[in-house]
């Protein structure tokens, strides 16, 4: 069972990152444990993905996949199977329509969640994402924070005091922050920042 859930987060995970060949062999070993137990949703969740997949690399058979699943679903009224997949789903829904043999009622209540969920969540396994650049720093906003009261001067129970933080809270942002720039102790830590333009 941990399994499944395993397989279903590592799909996703290789989908935003773009990595089909890792998500088709992951999606094999999901569809053979659907098939096994005898688990539709299972079943139609990884020709769903399978579809987006096809979609993102130009194979045109994503069409078909798409419809027999949005066929099958139907007859389990299933429309959160496809609503949960937002943004990653809803421009092959527009591109493919309301195909043949799928109730219009149904369709437009499956484009009309997926919608309002694209519309929720645009990023969601979205190709158009940002991406961090390889070797970018990316520091949380209150690491930033105190590195920022660092470098004006202040100390840690000052800057613990300015932010109504703990001095144990400051400490861990401080650390957090000279792992992420590689440094080891402040000065070299505000160096970085300043080069990375940071501060």
């Not at 970085?192 to 333009?197: D, E, P, Q, Y």
């Amino acid at each position: 069972m941990l399994e499944r859930y395993c397989y279903n987060t590592f799909v996703r995970v290789y989908m935003a990152q773009q990595r089909y060949d890792k998500t088709a062999q992951i999606l094999m070993r999901l569809r053979s444990y659907a098939n096994m137990e005898k688990r539709p949703w299972l079943q139609m969740e990884g020709d769903l993905l399978e579809s987006i997949i096809r979609y993102r690399t130009g194979n045109p058979l994503w069409k078909t996949e798409l419809t027999q699943v949005l066929r099958r679903a139907e007859s389990y009224h299933f429309v959160r199977l496809f609503c949960r997949e937002g943004a990653a789903l809803l421009p092959l829904l527009q591109e493919l329509g309301c195909p043949e043999g799928v109730d219009e009622a149904y369709w437009q209540e499956v484009l009309g969640k997926t919608r309002t969920m694209a519309e929720a969540y645009p990023l969601y396994l979205s190709t158009n994402a940002p991406a961090a650049l390889p070797g970018a720093v990316q520091l949380s906003e209150r690491a930033l924070q105190v590195l920022r009261l660092q470098d004006r001067g202040l100390t840690r129970s000052e800057i613990a005091r300015q932010l109504q933080l703990s001095e144990r809270s400051v400490k861990y942002q401080c650390e957090q922050a000279y792992h992420k720039l590689g440094t080891s102790n402040k000065v070299e830590a505000l160096a970085a920042a300043r080069k990375l333009n940071l501060l």
